[in-house]
């Protein structure tokens, strides 16, 4: 029985998940990974078309770490200039608290 569909189907799993930046649904798809294929692998040796199958789900995967992988480096820039920005940004929203206490009074 050819397995490439199934093979596929994880690929698309994992894309579709990178693609929407799901990264709950993409964690849950790599864990579940292994198991899958190899349940798939208990059924013998791969044949040519599930070995192309294989291949771009390695793609797929390889994809989707690399996906991840970038937005873990910009939301680490995004908080490091958060970070850098801390005293002003606390300041100012002292200042603002200031402001708006003394017009009440």
């Known amino acids: 029985m050819d397995r490439s569909v199934a093979i ?7 894309r579709d998940a990178a693609a929407c930046a799901d990264w709950d649904l993409l964690e849950r798809a790599v864990r579940e990974l292994g198991p899958q294929v190899r349940t798939l692998a208990e059924r013998g040796a791969w044949g040519a078309r599930e070995r192309a199958a294989l291949a771009g789900l390695r793609a797929a995967h390889d994809g989707a770490a690399s996906a991840a992988a970038s937005a873990s480096a910009q939301l680490e820039a ?8 801390k005293e002003g940004w606390m300041a100012y929203a002292l200042a603002g608290e ?3 206490g003394s017009t009440t009074r």
């Open 8 to 14: 596929e189907r994880l690929a698309a799993r994992l």
């Open 98 to 100: 200031l402001e708006s």
């Open 78 to 85: 995004q908080m490091g200039e958060m970070r850098d920005n």
